[in-house]
């Protein structure tokens, strides 16, 4: 139950067979690098290498064809035929020269969007103001002698201050007027003071032709940029740039990999970690090994478990990896976690709902497979103890089957809370074991005073048991009835939960009574999903009885009800059992901030 054991291993190597070493490293992916320091070594220093002279192009490119792959469809136009673009053989200097020329016709196609959506921008503006025009020759709207003005009528215009000006022509167009003035007077502000709306025709100016003509022109030009706009499209290859991009990190990875190694004048240092099984495997690398077994929590940590188990590793990575050093609990949270989830919801209708439900997110979302394995592992769970509980969708029977519990959640619910407590204790207690194993590398002393806490539930159980507390409630009863025998176990404990703890120790030891309560909530959730589904239950009962259109109102309930209590149901025993294993149960042996096993040459 702890993280794969690692070796520290230390590689030296000539300064001429570095790539191969590199090369090799990367592909059996089986060494986590460490950093080198800069450092002195009797007479010698061991420098921090160099990157290789193409870690710079290779960068660039790299930033392109991440750059380009986030925006990336999965259709191809580009200068560069499939074949070319599919050869999954390509070297990298090909690569680094297709990332380039994708990314110069990219800039380039960008470009050409951008003067043609300006010039579609114009020509829509002009046509808006010609459509306005009555037909005339647009190049006469303004000359050297003449100037000529658009104007709206509104609710306020005054007809007549077209007679108080000198006016050589004008033209009506519905509710537009074209007036057209002397260019040597300015009429703007008169018209504009008699409440006529004066439009801009700038945009026209410069323009041959007439109305029509321009607008059957626009109309053309536009089509032919809509047809460019569509040729220009970026529609890059998705499946390209993942090669390349891939295929560019191990480039850069392995060009950038002397930062990370120690470097004499004719030598080069290579340390890092690798799990112990898989030391032989660097017989045959052109370099002189040393393997030792890693001793510190510098260690990466390796999570190994069984298939089936490996699902919960992610809510154990949602809190924090285990130092090297540290018990893995990932395969009881696989035993534990699901029991609590069922032991909550417990309904096999709800059940077999969700199990449908994650088998389809398992199947349509292949990203979150793990987190989907592990609900439905729940459902399972959740199944078993409705068959315990006998019911279905919070009823005793269905389909005019009766089932029998074995354990009735609502009228026993005193043995419940009683075996809700039992469960807290033996989880608990689980932690605070699994707190000695980890402190027994400290020593057998800091072991014994890690135990101080199931000492001190011992005490305080004798405690409660001689004071009466635990009367007439099963299993509690077999406690011994001893005062003086808790006193002294719970002054020993005290005692050693100061010498580990200190301050902190002291402040915490009302939480042992806390955390046990908070189990209760594995009753409670589901007491609470149990009567929220008999209110629908009887509900619709009562609709049924009415008969006629009410049996759809009756139906209605039933399936908004249930889904309803079923979502909540799903929600409260996942966060809650989370809970229960994050607060209640890692805060007793559980330290974290473990660094993941990274191999060499693994890229996202």
């Known amino acids: 139950m702890r993280p794969e054991r690692m070796s520290e291993v230390t590689l030296l190597c000539k300064n001429e067979d570095v790539q191969e070493v590199v090369s090799r490293l990367i592909d059996l992916r089986i060494v986590h690098l460490r950093n080198h320091c800069k450092e002195t070594v009797g007479n010698t220093t061991l420098d921090i290498g160099t990157s290789l002279p193409e870690a710079s192009a290779i960068a660039e490119s790299l930033s392109m064809a991440r750059a380009l792959r986030s925006i990336a469809g999965r259709k191809t136009k580009l200068a560069l035929n499939d074949q070319q673009q599919k050869k999954p053989e390509l070297s990298v200097a090909a690569i680094l020269e297709q990332v380039r020329t994708i990314a110069q016709e990219h800039k380039k196609n960008q470009q050409e969007r951008e003067e043609l ?41 005054d007809p007549s201050i077209l007679e ?69 499209a970026d529609y890059l290859d998705r499946d390209f740039l993942d090669h390349a991009s891939k295929t560019l990190s191990l480039a850069l990875l392995k060009a950038q990999a002397p930062l990370r190694f120690g470097v004499t004048k004719h030598l080069t240092v290579i340390r890092g970690y ?31 478990n069984p298939p089936v188990m490996r699902n919960f590793e992610s809510l154990l990575q949602l809190f924090s990896l285990p130092k090297y ?80 519990p074995l354990l009735h959640r609502t009228e026993d619910l005193g043995l419940m809370f009683v075996i809700a407590a039992c469960i807290g204790l033996a989880h608990l207690n689980l932690g605070f074991l699994l707190g000695i194993i980890n402190e027994s590398r400290n020593g057998l002393f800091f072991s014994l005073l890690k135990g101080s806490w199931i000492v001190l539930e011992c005490g305080l159980l004798i405690l409660g048991a001689s004071l009466g507390l635990f009367e007439g409630l099963p299993l509690f009863e077999l406690i011994p009835q001893d005062l003086m025998l808790s006193v002294t176990l719970i002054i020993v404990a005290i005692t050693g939960i100061i010498l ?45 009885a009415l008969g006629g259109a009410w049996l759809a109102f009756g ?42 096993f990274v191999p060499f040459g693994e890229v996202a």
């Open 164 to 232: 108080k000006i000198d006016v050589l022509a004008t033209q009506q167009q519905g509710e537009y007027q074209l007036v057209v003035t002397r260019a040597e007077k300015d009429y703007t502000s008169t018209l504009i003071q008699s409440h006529y709306v004066l439009i801009d025709i700038s945009p026209l100016l410069g323009l041959q032709g007439t109305t029509s003509e321009l607008l059957e022109h626009h109309k053309n030009r536009s089509k032919e940029i809509e047809n460019r706009l569509a040729a220009t």
């Open 325 to 404: 050093h540290e018990i893995d609990p990932t395969r009881l949270v696989a035993i534990t976690f699901p029991l609590f989830f069922g032991f909550m919801l417990g309904d096999i209708g709800y059940g077999f709902c969700a199990l449908l439900v994650f088998l389809l997110l398992r199947a349509w979302y292949p990203k979150i497979r793990s987190f989907a394995n592990i609900l439905i592992l729940s459902a399972i769970s959740t199944i078993f103890f409705g068959f315990l509980f006998g019911e279905v969708f919070a009823a005793e029977q269905f389909l005019g089957i009766h089932l029998t």
């Open 555 to 596: 139906v209605a309930i039933l399936l908004v009800g249930h889904t309803i209590n079923l979502l909540l149901g799903l929600l409260g025993p996942f966060l809650h059992s989370m809970r229960l294993h994050y607060v209640e149960f890692f805060t007793k042996f559980y330290e974290g901030g473990g660094k993941p």
């Open 500 to 544: 580990i703890d200190g301050v902190r120790g002291m402040l915490e030891m009302p939480m042992v009574l806390s955390n046990t309560l908070s189990y209760l909530r594995l009753v409670a959730l589901g007491l609470a999903s149990v009567y929220l589904g008999f209110v629908v239950n009887s509900m619709a009962s009562d609709l049924f």
């Open 274 to 304: 690798i799990p112990t099984k898989h030391v032989n495997k660097l017989d045959g690398l052109p370099v002189l090994a040393d393997a030792t077994p890693a001793i510190d929590d510098y260690a990466p940590t390796l999570l190994s």
């Open 117 to 157: 959506t300006k010039e579609l921008e114009t020509i829509e503006q002009q046509q808006k103001i010609l459509r306005l025009l009555p037909e005339i020759a647009v190049n006469a709207l303004r000359t050297k002698t003449t100037t000529s003005l658009l104007l709206k009528k509104t609710s306020k215009s």
